[in-house]
């Protein structure tokens, strides 16, 4: 189905929807409305579509290290960073980004606050759309780590693609490697995902689980190491 092409009215009239609901949020809350002003038009290094709806929404006790040359990308809908369920929680929320670092978000995706999440210089972490991290998420960044699409990540999970630079003498070894999680995985709570594990579309890692080797699609793993307890597995959120 071929889109309707985007005419000079349409444009008017999406930013008038914009205006008139920043123009609220404005009068709600003026802290949210000038936090998006900050990180979306007045921040280089953070690239978003803000006149067209497409942003990075960043909640309060959010602490973002951002450095000159390292970069957010949100291509389509909005990045909400640090969303609270209880609104008078005070729990922080932590994003460091080092000089030639990406961080790029495909689509809508929210991170609830609590999270602790580090891109190492020249390091790429991608997000896929439709994706929710709750509380607690820890991310390590080193090389490259890639989530696909409508991945349901539960609370204190670590995602890493390296052992932080510590070294094992025996052959073969390397402190990092890339992580690959397919479209629509469930992670459970606790869990830890270690580097170079790529686990395939649809699967669900039970909680306190430790993977670390490459599992299939459409499986259920759990234990420490994760193995495979039960094959030909779909859920739905």
Sequence with gaps: VRKAPCTFKHKVKGLIRLALRFGKQTLRNPAQAWRQIRWNLLCPQVKSGWFRGIMLNVYSHCSIDLRKRGRIVVESGTFSLGAKRNRKSRLETRLMVEDGAELRVKGQCGIVSGADIQLFAGAKLELGAKCGFNQGLQI???????????????RDVWIRDNNGEHYIIQPGYTWKAPVVIGARCWIGSNSAIMKGVTIGEGTVIAANSVVTHSLPAHCLASGNPAEVIAENIFWRP
């Design 140 to 154: 390590v960044c080193a090389e490259r780590i890639t989530i696909g699409e409508d991945v349901h990540i539960g």
